[in-house]
Structures are given as C-alpha cells and as structure tokens.
C-alpha cells in the first residue's frame, strides 16, 4: 500500500480496507527500516503520527472526514511544529522547540493529515546537494552514493522512497524543483505569496516560497487545496480565492501555448536535450502548440540570484546571537565574545560564506555596487517572462544540467555547485510558479521536466503535468531501495 498516491490512499481509507493508524504504522516501520539508509528524517514523530491518526480514524467512522483526512506525510524541518523540534538543520537551532505551528503546519493539521516527522534539509535551506546538514547528508534513494539535491533532499529522498506519501518543502531558488527531479518525483513551487510563510523559517524572504513534493501532480492539487490561501499573519500572502485545483486537471490541452526558452537548450547536455524535446513532443501530440520564445536577461540570473538571496540571508539570520534563543557558546567573556563564538560555532561553512557575502554587498560604497544593479535585472528578468507570458500561456524546459551527481563532487566548487539551479532561479526572482514532473533516466538516474506559469496559475501546470501523466509511467518508477 505504500506504492498508493494520497487519492488512492484516501479511497482505501474512505472504504475501510485500512485504517489511520494501520497505515501510519506503516510508513513508521518503513522509516525505521531504510532511513538509516538515507538519512531523510531529522525528527520522526512516532508518538505525535500515531495520536494524530487515532484522531482520524475516529473522523472517519463518524463520516466527518475530508479528502486529506488519515493521510501520513512529513514536514520539511523549516516549518515551525508545537512542541517539536524545528531545527533548519543547524546547530544553531539544534535545541529550538517551537512554541506554535507555522501556518502550512496548521492547515494540514486542520486537513486531518498525520505528520510522520520533521525531514533533513542543507541547512537554513541554503544548498543544492544536502550535504550542508549538520545532522548529515541526505542519500539519493536511486544510488546512495549520489546526492538528492536540495535543499530539500530529505523531503525528496522520503517521497521517492516512499517513506511518506507527500512532504512540504521550500523554494528558493529551485529547492523543491531540483530535488524532486534528482529523485524522480514532482514537486510545486507556488507563486510567491500563495502559501502562507509564517512561522517557516526565513532563508531569502523575497523568495522563499512553500510547496509540496509528491508522487503525482494529482496529488500535489489536493494537498494545495488545503495549504494554499490568505493568512493575515504573513504580510507578503496574496489575498485571492483558492480555486480547487483538482478540477482542471482533465482539461483538453488542446490550443495551449507552450514556449520553450532557446535560452534553456543552448550548450544543454544533449542527452537531457532530448529527454525535454521528447516530453514536449508528448504534449504537442495531446494538442499543444510549442513554439520557440527568448528570455535574453535569464543568463543574468545565477549572479543576481547570488546578491539579492545571500543579502537577505545576511539580515535574517541576524537574529541568531546567542541571546534569545538557539546555540550559544560556553562561558563567553564578554557580550562581544558571545556573538562571535556562538555564530560561529553555531553556522556552518555554507551559511557562513552566504553571510559574508551579502553583509558585503549591503555594506556602504556596495549597496549601489551590488544589491541596486541585482534589483535592478532583476526587474528585467521578470520583463522577460511577462512579454514571454503575453505569447504562450506557460514555459517549458530543463529542471537541471544534468541528472544527480555523486556526493562530494561539488563540495569543494560551490560555484560549480550553484550552477545545478541554473534552470530554476529565474522562476523565484520572478515570483511564477513551477512544477517539476518525472520525465526519464539517464545512466539510470531520474531527471525532471520543468513548467513554468503565469502567476497563480498553478491549476493549469498541475492540468498539464496530469495530462502528461496519464500518458507516461515515469512517476510510477521506484528506486530498488
């Protein structure tokens, strides 16, 4: 039963064959058994899982239960959990319980699903391999010895191993993206301001976007209906209707406009070239039209990327002095000392790097520099897709270079790492959403096809990924672990 999407999860629960606290079991006891494996898990909640299913269980004699309700899933461990450990995986926060859920956590709560555990990440998010945990990295369910991607590999790796049936997870610049497509599952990036941020622990606030990763993009509509929506406590949440997002998902693709960016496939791995070509072929045959388009500013984004996230990293992460909360250093001589020691004992070499950075491009005679010309292309990145937008009704292409690289490999060239969200960045400098789907393997490991739409227009990219779907098997294949 494991094998089973939400929906036919949800069926089998509706119909009595199992119940909350049957399948909980399961996935707890597949938790226990290949986790230490992967190592996807930071936290696992077992207590907390089986408490919660009792309750859904109890819904669903009583015909009170709505589609989510019995469902296990895990949460990415940058979502703030009552009581819980919620670490960024970081020593910083290695000892922080959370005194209240973040909304994502409420809403799911509310949907009657059951949280397994709190999933591994590279810490404060900040990372494409998750190999920046302090707790460890994560493995690629496909081959151990090969990353997940990240930064939320153990979201990724738990869904591909089907350890749960979905996961939440953070985008920033393509960490729900990229690791659903190393991992060979599909994962949404919303628009920026559909799913509420509070109480998710900031990274890059004008970027950080919650999502999900799940088996299928039918899946991911039914948990969207219930993450998505207005929250008063998050100031950047677009205050707009929820449709339902399952509705459109049988919807004809025929006279939908796809454009594929010529900027996407120059110099792009041929094998990986003819994967995407192979996949938007599949979606012409279903009635869509494909046509070239440009997006000449999108070269610019790996560097401004690269100065607008790690300055506001540099701001947020302020916060973590040693004072209120989190790590602090023994025995500090002075307040000064404090500081130092506990930032520095606290962060790791990744975090601190991206400090560094963007405390140097906020600094004065820099700020103009840096920081105003990165906004500034910023704005004309985002010109691009809104011309592109005005031609096609969404974007298609590669999710990453290439498939998953072996772990290590990048570790001493963070540049060379960076350059694996070379494909996803522009989408959260822009604010669009994006899906990754399963589109094939090369030398036996997983690659992603990348959508990109108009802002809140998930239904239609989740309509398209469905379609795709129902016509390929790519997102039933499962890694032999």
């Known amino acids: 039963m494991f094998t089973y999407s939400i929906k036919e999860l949800a069926h089998a629960l509706a119909a009595g064959k199992i119940s909350s606290q049957e399948l909980t079991q399961l996935y707890l006891d597949r938790i226990a058994a290949l986790d230490p494996k992967l190592n996807s898990f930071i936290t696992v909640t077992a207590e907390h899982a089986l408490a919660q299913a009792k309750a859904a269980d109890k819904k669903l004699s009583t015909g009170e239960a709505g589609p989510l309700t019995g469902i296990p899933m ?56 998750n190999e920046n ?69 900031a990274f890059a606030s004008s970027l950080d976007q919650g999502g999900i990763m799940a088996q299928t993009a039918e899946d991911i509509a039914l948990v969207m209906n219930a993450m998505a929506g207005h929250d008063e406590k998050d100031s950047t949440s677009i205050d707009l209707p929820v449709p339902d997002y399952t509705t459109k998902l049988q919807d004809s693709l025929k006279g939908l406009k796809i454009g594929l960016p010529k900027e996407y496939f120059e110099g792009l791995d041929p094998k990986m070239a003819e994967l995407i070509h192979t996949a938007a072929k599949a979606l012409e045959a279903q009635g869509a039209t494909l046509q070239e388009i440009s997006l000449p500013n999108v070269k610019h984004s790996l560097p401004v990327y690269y100065v607008i996230a790690p300055a506001e990293c540099s701001a947020n992460l302020a916060r973590y002095d040693g004072v209120r909360y989190g790590h602090r250093c023994d025995n500090p001589k002075d307040l000064l000392d404090l500081y130092q020691r506990s930032r520095a004992e606290g962060f790791g070499a990744e975090v601190k790097r991206r400090i560094l950075v963007g405390t140097y491009v906020l600094s004065a005679g820099y700020y103009d520099a840096y920081y105003l010309q990165a906004q500034k292309v910023r704005r004309l990145i985002a010109n691009d897709f809104h011309a592109a937008f005005e031609k096609v009704d969404m974007i298609l292409g590669p999710v990453t270079p290439n498939a998953a690289f072996k772990s290590g490999e990048k570790a001493q060239d963070p540049v060379s790492m960076y350059l694996s969200d070379i494909y996803t960045l522009a989408t959260n400098l822009v ?40 016509i390929t098997d790519w997102h039933k294949q499962m890694p032999s672990i």
């Open 431 to 470: 604010g669009s959403p994006g899906l990754s789907i399963p589109a094939g393997f090369i030398d036996g490991l997983p690659v992603g096809l990348q959508l990109i739409g108009k802002h809140f227009d998930e239904a239609r990219l989740l309509n398209v990924a469905h379609q795709y779907q129902q």
């Open 133 to 201: 945990s302090f707790y460890g990295n994560v493995k690629n369910p496909w081959n151990i010895d090969y990353v997940p991607g990240g930064s939320s590999g153990g979201s990724a790796a738990a869904v591909a191993a089907r350890l749960a049936p979905m996961a939440t997870a953070t985008d920033t610049g393509g960490s729900i993206r990229q690791p659903a497509a190393l991992c060979g599952i599909s994962g949404l990036k919303p628009t920026y301001g559909r799913v509420s941020r509070w109480g998710m622990i």
């Open 74 to 129: 895990a949460h990415k461990d940058i979502f703030c959990t009552n009581g819980i450990k919620t670490s960024c995986a970081s020593k910083m926060l290695d000892n922080f319980i959370a005194p209240y859920d973040a909304t994502v956590v409420s809403k799911l709560n509310d949907a009657g699903m059951v949280m397994l555990g709190k999933t591994n990440m590279d810490e404060f998010a900040m990372g494409s391999s």
